[in-house]
T-cell receptor, first 115, second 113 residues
């Protein structure tokens, strides 16, 4: 158990819909990261927050948005869903500052299926 | 632009033998490298890391080698066990990326009893 909690574990929805994925980081971790893993591909970085502020953006679509709340949990919002958005979405957290290298601790992921 | 590449999608070895997983990177600013292991229906878990100031790091059955001039790293597992069967991801970070990691595509390792 990494200590990172993601909900829901599975989600099935239709094209055009909007969903929200939730992540609670490990206790004490200030950084939260979101990654997307499409079928048979590596983890693609989407976005990073540190103590409530956005710190880095990767290949995140404009239809996607995220935020980190004062209690440090984070939500990833996916809207106008398309078939290609079907993927595993991972949240990770780390204790260090955004400039320091170190390991990330991953949740079990949220599997999104868009029909 | 795939900055971290794992060219072997899969690897199959016999129990007790050595498993060697390879990873190449293109970004010369990367200076910290990690290996993660992922079982089905679970998130990736950290395995071992190496800083660019070293060329080898060992932890039990796992050793990571870094060849900076070739921009290549490898993970050696000796001896391999059936429980090691998983997808292994190579990841990297550097001064410009800070704490966020850039991942390779992963290699599915199967250790046969």
């Amino acid at each position: 158990d990494s200590g990172v909690t993601q909900t829901p574990k599975h989600l099935i929805t239709a094209t055009g819909q909007r969903v929200t994925l939730r992540c609670s980081p490990r206790s004490g971790d200030l950084s939260v990261y979101w990654y997307q893993q499409s079928l048979d591909q590596g983890l693609q970085f989407l976005i990073q927050y540190y103590n409530g502020e956005e710190r880095a953006k990767g290949n995140i679509l404009e239809r996607f948005s995220a935020q980190q709340f004062p209690d440090l949990h984070s939500e990833l919002n996916l809207s106008s869903l398309e078939l290609g958005d079907s993927a595993l979405y991972f949240c990770a957290s780390s204790v260090g500052s955004p400039s320091s290298a170190g390991e990330l601790f991953f949740g079990e992921g949220s599997r999104l299926t868009v029909l | 632009d795939q900055q971290v590449k794992q060219n072997s999608p899969s690897l199959s070895v016999q129990e007790g033998r050595i498993s060697i997983l390879n990873c190449d990177y293109t970004n010369s600013m990367f200076d910290y490298f990690l290996w993660y292991k992922k079982y089905p229906a679970e998130g990736p878990t950290f395995l071992i890391s190496i800083s660019s100031i070293k060329d080898k790091n060992e932890d039990g059955r796992f050793t990571v080698f870094l060849n900076k001039s070739a921009k290549h790293l490898s993970l050696h597992i000796v001896p391999s066990q059936p429980g090691d069967s998983a997808v292994y991801f190579c990841a990297a970070s550097g001064e410009t990326s800070g704490s966020r990691l850039t991942f390779g595509e992963g290699t599915q390792l199967t250790v046969n009893p």
